[in-house]
């Protein structure tokens, strides 16, 4: 039975972190660059004006005067090391080095200049800030020194995972999880808000909204910056904001080579005793086969100061097996190249190009998806990438690009046969296949204007994006034909499906614009943005033919091949207002108080584009049939076609093969909103060391819903056109604990004229909200040593629910438990996740290094956070009642009464660099889960068990499958590796 979290586990955790962060003190929307402001003063603190201020680094030099109030600005700097010169006559010359642009901040910095009689120069070696005053974001910058030196599986989901507020679907131990991507939430807002940048394009996948449309070398990146809040204009949803920077050529030759190998034969052993049991000792828990990464990078000057190249090529096998020890393989291979341009000092530009793909067999394979049913993937992505930059004077710049993304892949099951499910959920045969192309283009134009009213500071800023995202989509069940053992449907008879395929031409296309000023005024900063957004959908015609069964052996079934015409989807427009305050305490700004409000609206996904084709899911007609033969393939004579369907799937019986849609979309659906609000203070204790505490609250709503509707009137149907029943008695539902249960579901009432449909509209009164604190402690590395501690305390909640209320059924995962925790579901779209329902209400992680004498390094990563919920649930089928409602999975208890396993895991690295000529040879070894933890992360949430004829609690002919382990924590494993670099 699944324990209760362990919340005093948290807290030595978080006094380990402080403690080191103060014994090390006492011992010593979405951008690709980062900005840099530079004051110019006297040594009486006022501004000097008509210095000649130089910044030197990366790419040619920069030459700016200081004017009329000391200000210099560099903007669209790539991030790195910089160093600023000052010089003005009658002034000692000054240098100031180490100064550091990460991307998406603002970096401020302060020269004084002193009177001189003679030439001097003084140079300065300081620590850049961390806080940046300009600013209202939540969120981490990840460096390079971070990527390459702390123990992780090597992908960006791994350092999602290391955000406040950002929880993740799995645990990656040492790349265990690194073949498929992640699903995860950010501060109440689901996977479906995300968005994906690459070198600041938005790359976004829109048939999967939300996900990544390809994987990544990691060693490619220069910087990796994720914001999940704040009131920056230039960002649309409230979802994780990821952007991914990759590394660029420079007036140094550079390069690097890398080979990093895990075998399992450096693997433990951490299968539970549970599961030993369960599988009657043949059990083992998911577990690395071997991965070898290996890759090389190099960049350099084509022409010194005007034009440079860099280049990357990395592959990564990932061989893992599963739990029921199934093999899933991938191999990832990339390859990067860019070419940045400055023929002038006032212009900059810059070409990209990647390619990626993915070739992998074994994908959700599970112990209910054995190897002929998982899906064997296939399709490379590619990004092609155009960007020019204009200095028009020291108070204009402006930025415009183009891109194009081209992505298709495939998933084909090695099985082709007949597919068939028995009683305990595991499937044979086959499952879908499927095949998709999604490009997308994009058109984006920025622009800075600075200016000053009195004492007030203005930076204007103008954004507009133009993006469009068509979708197209095959999918089908070889043979058409499914076949159900009668256990897993819950009927007395086997079940069998006749399936028509599906096919989707779908085109998205946005339109968005913002507009900003950030204000200055002392020690005060004002930022008041707004933003609009114009997102619209239309269903392109295609075909569909039918049909894969044998038609001739089969006549009885209705089903033909469709026609599916035109028809609009769905169009959001949005504003959204942003404000933002800063206020820095002291002359020193060392500490910040800021407070922001922002609202943000859903991005659209081809999903709600094709809700009202003819053909939005899989069309179905289920009969009872016999297998005779007991082969599991339904064949000419075992269909009880006499009976007549039982059911139908996205279908209306009276009109199988429609000409318009029996879906319906409500002409005035909008968009998601999230209104945001953040109170935070910050506080540098120690150059380049700043802690902080932020507070988010969050009101989600507009929320969507699809719920039946009246056929006559076209009115969503209420609770009034139900009727429930209730499992009690010897029928009555028992969990796993032995509680007893009554499984209540409800249909509607005879008479009821219910659509065959539903319709897709904003569920009245409802709205979910969201309250978090984090804790946050950064330390640049400096002084041989670099640490990001956070801690998360949250409570997601949902409300409002009685009076959009329309089938009473609490639908999985707890659609009707007003005042009751959400969560996501992982589903099964990436890897066989679907009991994983993300929702912790703490979440902790330490990322830290340290630099020995002789080159050493030591690094550590700890991550911890609550099990997550187990939503137990009964599958009801055969309802009757309207087509939509046929079969229901109605949860059987509250969704967070039940969790998962606390999760802990601690990875340690070790590294010696050795100098071999002009070379760096980095010598690497990390152990992976270093305690050999074993939390379970998955168990069968269906539960099937019933009180016996006598009444007792005990459950009698209980199905296996109930609460069994299905995922555990991948045991302790070593990498080792070699980086060698220049």
Same mark, same amino acid.
């Given at each position: 039975?699944?324990?209760?979290?362990?919340?005093?586990?948290?807290?030595?955790?978080?006094?380990?972190?402080?403690?080191?962060?103060?014994?090390?003190?006492?011992?010593?929307?979405?951008?690709?660059?980062?900005?840099?402001?530079?004051?110019?003063?006297?040594?009486?603190?006022?501004? @000097?004006?008509?210095?000649?201020?130089?910044?030197?680094?990366?790419?040619?030099?920069?030459?700016?005067?200081?004017?009329?109030?000391?200000?210099?600005?560099?903007?669209?700097?790539?991030?790195?090391?910089?160093?600023?010169?000052?010089? @003005?006559?009658?002034?000692?010359?000054?240098?100031?080095?180490?100064?550091?642009?990460?991307?998406?901040?603002?970096?401020?910095?302060?020269?004084?200049?002193?009177?001189?009689?003679?030439?001097?120069?003084?140079?300065?070696?300081?620590?850049?800030?961390?806080?940046?005053?300009?600013? +209202?974001?939540?969120?981490?910058?990840?460096?390079?020194?971070?990527?390459?030196?702390?123990?992780?599986?090597?992908?960006?989901?791994?350092?999602?995972?290391?955000?406040?507020?950002?929880?993740?679907?799995?645990?990656?131990?040492?790349?265990?999880?690194?073949?498929?991507?992640?699903?995860?939430?950010?501060?109440?807002?689901?996977?479906?808000?995300?968005?994906?940048?690459?070198?600041?394009?938005?790359?976004?996948?829109?048939?999967?909204?939300?996900?990544?449309?390809?994987?990544?070398?990691?060693?490619?990146?220069? $910087?990796?910056?994720? %914001?999940?809040?704040?009131?920056?204009?230039?960002?649309?949803?409230?979802?994780?904001?990821?952007?991914?920077?990759?590394?660029?050529?420079?007036?140094?030759?550079?390069?690097?080579?890398?080979?990093?190998?895990?075998?399992?034969?450096?693997?433990?052993?951490?299968?539970?005793? #549970?599961?030993?049991?369960?599988?009657?000792?043949?059990?083992?828990?998911?577990?690395?086969?071997?991965?070898?990464?290996?890759?090389?990078? @190099?960049?350099?000057?084509?022409?010194?100061?005007?034009?440079?190249?860099?280049?990357?090529?990395?592959?990564?096998?990932?061989?893992?097996?599963?739990?029921?020890?199934?093999?899933?393989?991938?191999?990832?291979?990339?390859?990067?190249?860019?070419?940045?341009?400055?023929?002038? $000092?006032?212009?900059?530009?810059?070409?990209?190009?990647? &390619?990626?793909?993915?070739?992998?067999?074994?994908?959700?394979?599970?112990?209910?998806?054995?190897?002929?049913?998982?899906?064997?993937?296939?399709?490379?992505?590619?990004?092609?990438?155009?960007?020019?930059?204009?200095?028009?004077?020291?108070?204009?710049?402006?930025?415009?690009?183009?891109?194009?993304?081209?992505? #298709?892949?495939?998933?084909?099951?090695?099985?082709?046969?007949?597919?068939?499910?028995?009683?305990?959920?595991?499937?044979?045969?086959?499952?879908?296949?499927?095949?998709?192309?999604?490009?997308?283009?994009?058109?984006?134009?920025?622009?800075?204007?600075?200016?000053?009213?009195?004492?007030?500071?203005? #930076?204007?800023?103008?954004?507009?994006?133009?993006?469009?995202?068509?979708?197209?989509?095959?999918?089908?069940?070889?043979?058409?034909?499914?076949?159900?053992?009668?256990?897993?449907?819950?009927?007395?008879?086997?079940?069998?499906?006749?399936?028509?395929?599906?096919?989707?031409?779908?085109?998205?296309?946005?339109?968005?614009?913002?507009?900003?000023?950030?204000?200055?005024?002392?020690?005060?900063?004002?930022?008041?943005?707004?933003?609009?957004?114009?997102?619209?959908?239309?269903?392109?015609?295609?075909?569909?033919?039918?049909?894969?069964?044998?038609?001739?052996?089969?006549?009885?079934?209705?089903?033909?091949?469709?026609?599916?015409?035109?028809?609009?989807?769905?169009?959001?427009?949005?504003?959204?207002?942003?404000?933002?305050?800063?206020?820095?305490?002291?002359?020193?700004?060392?500490?910040?108080?800021?407070?922001?409000?922002?609202?943000?609206?859903?991005?659209?996904?081809?999903?709600?584009?094709?809700?009202?084709?003819?053909?939005?899911?899989?069309?179905?007609?289920?009969?009872?049939?016999?297998?005779?033969?007991?082969?599991?393939?339904?064949?000419?004579?075992?269909?009880?076609?006499?009976?007549?369907?039982?059911?139908?799937?996205?279908?209306?019986?009276?009109?199988?093969?429609?000409?318009?849609?029996?879906?319906?979309?409500?002409?005035?659906?909008?968009?998601?909103?999230?209104?945001?609000?953040?109170?935070?203070?910050?506080?540098?204790?120690?150059?380049?060391?700043?802690?902080?505490?932020?507070?988010?609250?969050?009101?989600?709503?507009?929320?969507?819903?699809?719920?039946?509707?009246?056929?006559?009137?076209?009115?969503?149907?209420?609770?009034?056109?139900? #009727?429930?029943?209730?499992?009690?008695?010897?029928?009555?539902?028992?969990?796993?604990?032995?509680?007893?249960?009554?499984?209540?579901?409800?249909?509607?009432?005879?008479?009821?004229?219910?659509?065959?449909?539903?319709?897709?509209?904003?569920?009245?009164?409802?709205?979910?909200?969201?309250?978090?604190?984090?804790?946050?402690?950064?330390?640049?590395?400096?002084?041989?040593?670099?640490?990001?501690?956070?801690?998360?305390?949250?409570?997601?909640?949902?409300?409002?629910?009685?009076?959009?209320?329309?089938?009473?059924?609490?639908?999985?995962?707890?659609?009707?438990?007003?005042?009751? %925790? +959400?969560?996501?579901?992982?589903?099964?779209?990436?890897?066989?996740?679907?009991?994983?329902?993300?929702?912790?209400?703490?979440?902790?992680?330490?990322?830290?290094?340290?630099?020995?004498?002789?080159?050493?390094?030591?690094?550590?990563?700890? &991550?911890?956070?609550?099990?997550?919920?187990?939503?137990?649930?009964?599958?009801?089928?055969?309802?009757?009642?309207?087509?939509?409602?046929?079969?229901?999975?109605?949860?059987?208890?509250?969704?967070?009464?039940?969790?998962?396993?606390?999760?802990?895991?601690?990875?340690?690295?070790?590294?010696?660099?050795?100098?071999?000529?002009?070379?760096?040879?980095?010598?690497?070894?990390?152990?992976?889960?270093?305690?050999?933890?074993?939390?379970?992360?998955?168990?069968?949430?269906?539960?099937?068990?019933?009180?016996?004829?006598?009444?007792?609690?005990?459950?009698?002919?209980?199905?296996?499958?109930?609460?069994?382990?299905?995922?555990?924590?991948?045991?302790?494993?070593?990498?080792?590796? +070699?980086?060698?670099?220049?």
């Amino acid at each position: 039975m699944a324990r209760r979290s362990r919340w005093p586990r948290a807290w030595p955790l978080a006094g380990v972190a402080v403690a080191l962060f103060l014994a090390a003190g006492v011992a010593l929307g979405q951008a690709q660059t980062g900005n840099l402001f530079v004051k110019v003063l006297d040594e009486s603190g006022a501004p @000097l004006p008509g210095t000649s201020v130089q910044l030197s680094g990366i790419g040619a030099p920069l030459n700016f005067v200081s004017n009329a109030n000391g200000e210099v600005r560099y903007l669209n700097l790539s991030p790195g090391a910089y160093k600023l010169a000052a010089a @003005l006559q009658g002034f000692t010359k000054v240098e100031r080095t180490g100064v550091v642009v990460s991307v998406g901040r603002n970096t401020e910095i302060s020269i004084t200049m002193r009177l001189s009689a003679v030439e001097e120069k003084i140079v300065v070696t300081g620590e850049s800030p961390l806080l940046d005053t300009r600013k +209202v974001t939540t969120g981490s910058t990840v460096a390079k020194v971070e990527l390459e030196n702390i123990p992780s599986a090597r992908d960006p989901w791994v350092v999602l995972q290391t955000v406040p507020g950002v929880q993740i679907d799995r645990v990656n131990v040492g790349g265990s999880e690194s073949g498929q991507q992640s699903n995860y939430v950010g501060k109440g807002a689901t996977s479906a808000q995300a968005t994906w940048n690459v070198d600041g394009v938005n790359i976004t996948d829109m048939g999967a909204v939300g996900a990544s449309p390809q994987y990544y070398d990691f060693d490619s990146f220069e $910087e990796l910056q994720v %914001t999940t809040g704040g009131s920056d204009a230039a960002v649309q949803t409230a979802g994780v904001q990821l952007n991914m920077v990759t590394k660029r050529g420079t007036n140094d030759v550079h390069g690097s080579g890398r080979v990093m190998i895990t075998d399992r034969k450096t693997q433990s052993d951490n299968t539970p005793d #549970e599961l030993i049991e369960q599988t009657g000792g043949a059990a083992i828990s998911n577990q690395i086969d071997g991965i070898q990464d290996y890759g090389f990078e @190099l960049g350099g000057p084509i022409v010194k100061d005007r034009l440079w190249l860099w280049g990357a090529y990395g592959r990564n096998q990932i061989d893992a097996i599963t739990t029921a020890g199934y093999p899933d393989r991938t191999r990832l291979e990339n390859y990067n190249f860019k070419l940045n341009a400055q023929p002038v $000092e006032s212009n900059s530009f810059t070409a990209y190009y990647q &390619y990626g793909d993915k070739i992998k067999t074994g994908r959700n394979a599970s112990p209910t998806r054995p190897p002929e049913t998982a899906f064997d993937q296939s399709g490379p992505t590619k990004i092609y990438k155009l960007e020019d930059s204009q200095i028009f004077s020291a108070d204009v710049f402006a930025t415009v690009s183009y891109s194009r993304v081209i992505s #298709e892949f495939a998933f084909v099951t090695p099985g082709q046969s007949q597919a068939y499910v028995d009683g305990g959920g595991v499937w044979s045969g086959s499952y879908y296949n499927y095949d998709t192309s999604r490009p997308q283009t994009q058109v984006s134009a920025t622009t800075n204007f600075f200016l000053r009213t009195g004492d007030i500071g203005h #930076e204007l800023k103008a954004g507009f994006v133009y993006r469009d995202t068509p979708v197209w989509s095959y999918s089908f069940w070889p043979q058409g034909a499914i076949g159900y053992a009668a256990d897993y449907q819950g009927t007395d008879r086997d079940v069998m499906a006749f399936v028509r395929d599906i096919a989707h031409t779908s085109s998205q296309t946005y339109y968005s614009g913002f507009l900003s000023d950030t204000m200055t005024i002392k020690n005060l900063t004002v930022n008041l943005g707004v933003r609009y957004d114009y997102q619209t959908s239309k269903n392109e015609a295609t075909q569909i033919p039918c049909c894969r069964w044998d038609t001739a052996a089969f006549p009885e079934v209705p089903m033909t091949a469709l026609n599916v015409p035109a028809v609009d989807g769905v169009t959001y427009k949005d504003f959204q207002p942003r404000v933002g305050l800063t206020y820095a305490l002291g002359k020193d700004n060392k500490t910040l108080l800021r407070a922001s409000y922002a609202r943000f609206a859903d991005q659209m996904g081809s999903g709600d584009a094709v809700w009202n084709q003819i053909q939005p899911l899989y069309t179905s007609y289920l009969y009872y049939y016999w297998d005779d033969d007991g082969d599991r393939v339904v064949e000419q004579g075992e269909v009880d076609f006499d009976y007549g369907p039982l059911w139908g799937s996205y279908v209306d019986p009276a009109n199988p093969n429609p000409t318009t849609a029996i879906n319906r979309t409500d002409p005035d659906l909008k968009a998601g909103k999230t209104d945001e609000f953040l109170l935070s203070v910050e506080r540098e204790l120690l150059p380049a060391f700043a802690v902080g505490l932020t507070g988010t609250y969050r009101r989600i709503g507009n929320l969507q819903y699809a719920v039946g509707y009246n056929s006559v009137t076209g009115a969503p149907l209420t609770a009034a056109d139900f #009727e429930c029943v209730s499992r009690t008695g010897s029928s009555a539902v028992v969990l796993p604990d032995g509680t007893v249960v009554p499984a209540t579901v409800c249909t509607t009432r005879d008479g009821v004229p219910a659509a065959p449909g539903q319709l897709l509209t904003n569920r009245p009164g409802a709205y979910q909200t969201y309250w978090g604190v984090d804790f946050t402690a950064t330390k640049r590395y400096a002084n041989n040593w670099m640490a990001r501690f956070n801690f998360t305390w949250s409570d997601w909640k949902q409300h409002g629910l009685s009076e959009g209320l329309s089938d009473p059924s609490n639908i999985l995962p707890g659609s009707e438990e007003d005042g009751g %925790t +959400v969560v996501q579901g992982s589903g099964t779209g990436s890897g066989a996740k679907g009991g994983v329902y993300i929702n912790a209400r703490w979440q902790a992680t330490l990322s830290a290094m340290y630099t020995f004498p002789l080159a050493f390094n030591l690094a550590a990563s700890v &991550y911890a956070r609550e099990g997550y919920p187990i939503p137990y649930y009964y599958r009801y089928t055969g309802l009757g009642g309207a087509n939509w409602e046929s079969g229901k999975r109605v949860s059987i208890s509250p969704v967070a009464q039940y969790r998962l396993d606390d999760v802990w895991n601690v990875d340690l690295g070790a590294s010696k660099v050795v100098k071999v000529g002009g070379l760096d040879v980095t010598l690497m070894a990390d152990c992976f889960n270093v305690f050999n933890d074993n939390a379970i992360l998955q168990r069968q949430h269906r539960v099937r068990s019933t009180v016996g004829s006598d009444g007792a609690a005990g459950p009698i002919g209980r199905v296996a499958a109930d609460n069994d382990i299905l995922e555990v924590q991948s045991p302790r494993i070593f990498r080792f590796g +070699v980086r060698v670099s220049f």
